[in-house]
């Protein structure tokens, strides 16, 4: 194993220890900092994150409801990957809230939430500039919740940001696509036009092409990737 500061555990902090390592495992895991095919060796976890065995093992069996891991029989517990049907089942779900929630925002946004959204847009652009990847992630990540959180609905708020984590720890990829981040800076400008303009079915409309163009080029990149299996039970699937 490699670098792992995002494993160190804050142990003076008063919340469960059960959670705290729960969380780290979680971003490590959407973060590639554990990657999809990677060992987890309950053992080696807890040493490293200075911990018992017990909350990285329960830990462990709550990241294997949420599917963020895999347990392969007589082989041991792997990070996931996502298959091509999961990922086509994550994204048309992502579609049909996302689209929910920017239509939502189109006629509960106020002025000052759409000014937010406009300045997050000038740090895209200017991350995009750079080339900085991680920072446009950033940005990206916060430009969506701009627009779940004018939505102003709290329980769709959250179906999304769980819907995003699944998905986040394979935006670096597809954002370093040639080309990708200039034309999802161009998605998201169509995106807080139509809010402006308070035009519900516009927004809807270029939210869910947005979201369908950042599918597009996620399975783009898993097809070219001949070598994405990490063992015989862990391929991802082309169906």
């Known amino acids: 194993m490699s670098d792992r ?25 959407i973060s590639q900092v554990l990657k999809p095919g990677e060992r987890m060796m309950e053992t080696e ?4 994150m200075g911990v018992s065995r017990t909350p990285v093992r329960e830990a462990m069996r709550k990241l294997e409801l949420e599917e963020y891991i895999v347990m ?27 689209s ?26 200017n991350h995009f500039k750079t080339g900085d990847i991680l920072n446009t992630i950033e940005a990206d990540t916060n430009f ?5 959180k004018a939505s102003k609905n709290i329980r769709l708020q959250n179906l999304l940001k769980d819907l995003r984590d699944q998905i986040q720890r394979f935006r670096t990829t597809s954002l370093a696509v040639p080309g990708r ?13 139509a809010i ?21 080029v996620l399975l783009e990149v898993i097809s070219k990737q001949k070598d994405n299996k990490f063992s015989a039970d862990l391929v991802i699937e082309s169906d």
């Open 144 to 148: 969506h919740e701009l627009i779940y």
């Open 45 to 48: 976890l807890a040493e490293e």
């Open 100 to 125: 929910l929630a920017a239509g939502l925002a189109a006629t509960r946004a106020t002025q000052e939430e759409i000014e937010a959204m406009e300045r997050s847009l000038v740090m895209e652009a």
């Open 181 to 193: 981040m200039k034309l999802a800076l161009s998605e998201h400008r169509r995106i807080v036009e």
């Open 72 to 98: 392969v029989p007589r082989k041991g517990a792997y990070v996931a990957g996502l298959s091509i049907r999961d990922i086509n089942n994550l994204f048309e779900i992502r579609g049909a809230l996302e």
């Open 196 to 216: 402006a303009d308070g035009n519900v079915q516009e927004t809807k409309i270029v939210t869910k092409e947005h979201i369908e163009s950042a599918e597009s």
């Open 5 to 29: 500061e995002v494993l160190k555990v804050d142990l003076d902090n008063p919340r469960p220890l059960g959670d705290l390592v729960y969380e780290a495992l979680r971003d490590a895991i």
